[in-house]
């Protein structure tokens, strides 16, 4: 496995995978590697001849309220894991090398950007959009896997993906979900032992309440009984919607002309949950 931290090298690299017209995957990380982060690598293989993934926590998708530094690093860990899911190559920029003095372009992600997410940490698509349009220009890979854990943030790439024509298959890869249900994230570790017996609860509210719109009840009415039981429980939610899976649109009536989505992002002490299912 090679392991680059200069563009030259990555170049290099890359250059050597993709020969003949082999087709080059791409697993973009913030580090702190889970189980969900090692099936992206075995899609993206599926998909692919070789598979680079790139670790790199991002400033740039962070606010100035947001513990940058307190996001979970392990180099070596990450480096040994990928060694075992056989992964080609690691890609792991120094932050002078993404975003160099003087660099003044960012790129804005309009439509499935809105809301959400979109509203509780302003800007950070905006770094989301700007690191991975960089990561897939630097790296030229042919297929790029993303976990719909994240789904507004799979919307905004595939979105900025398609909008300025990069070359670039996005592949959706299924969220990966502890024995519990709880979906698998680098923040789940700063979960307290009692948040971490809680934490299913968001999970099973969600089936909960796409079960019952799918037999007819009230749509704000169950969200409205979905978020009161997360009060209850301790949790201090910030949305549970049901959107267009594309668009991220709020609907109030189960529509049956395209997929739909139930979102939630939760906090439950320090940490804040997201999850989301399909619905129908």
């Not at 075992?84 to 120094?94: K, R, S, Y």
Request: hydrophobic share 50%; with cysteine; net charge neutral.
């Amino acid at each position: 496995m090679l392991v680059c931290r200069d563009l030259p090298a990555l170049r290099d690299a890359t250059a050597r995978l993709r020969a003949g017209g082999r087709r080059l995957g791409l697993v973009p990380t913030m580090g702190a590697l889970h189980a969900g982060h090692i099936e992206l690598v075995a899609a993206a293989r599926r998909a692919s001849d070789a598979v680079a993934a790139s670790i790199f926590v991002n400033p740039l998708q962070f606010a100035a309220n947001e513990d940058l530094a307190r996001y979970p690093r392990d180099e070596e860990g990450d480096l040994a894991k990928l060694h075992g899911a056989g992964c080609d190559l690691v890609w792991m920029p120094p932050v002078a090398t993404m975003y160099p003095p003087g660099a003044a372009t960012v790129i804005e992600v309009a439509g499935p950007s809105a809301g959400w997410e979109g509203d509780a940490r302003p800007g950070h698509f905006r770094g989301v959009a700007t690191v991975c349009a960089k990561l897939f220009l630097q790296t030229s890979a042919d297929v790029a896997a993303f976990g719909e854990k994240d789904w507004q943030q799979l919307q905004v790439v595939t979105r900025m993906a398609r909008d300025i024509d990069l070359p670039i298959r996005i592949l959706p890869v299924a969220t990966v979900r502890e024995a519990d249900g709880l979906a698998m994230s680098s923040r789940n570790r700063f979960l307290s032992a009692a948040e971490r017996t809680t934490a299913p609860l968001l999970h099973q509210v969600m089936t909960r309440a796409a079960a019952e719109m799918l037999r007819g009840a009230s749509v704000a009415g169950v969200l409205a009984a979905g978020e009161a039981d997360l009060r209850a429980a301790g949790f201090a939610p910030d949305y549970l919607a049901l959107v267009e899976a594309d668009t991220l649109q709020a609907i109030g009536v189960l529509r049956s002309d395209g997929p739909m989505r139930l979102l939630a992002a939760a906090r439950l002490g320090g940490v804040r949950l997201l999850d989301n299912i399909a619905v129908g």
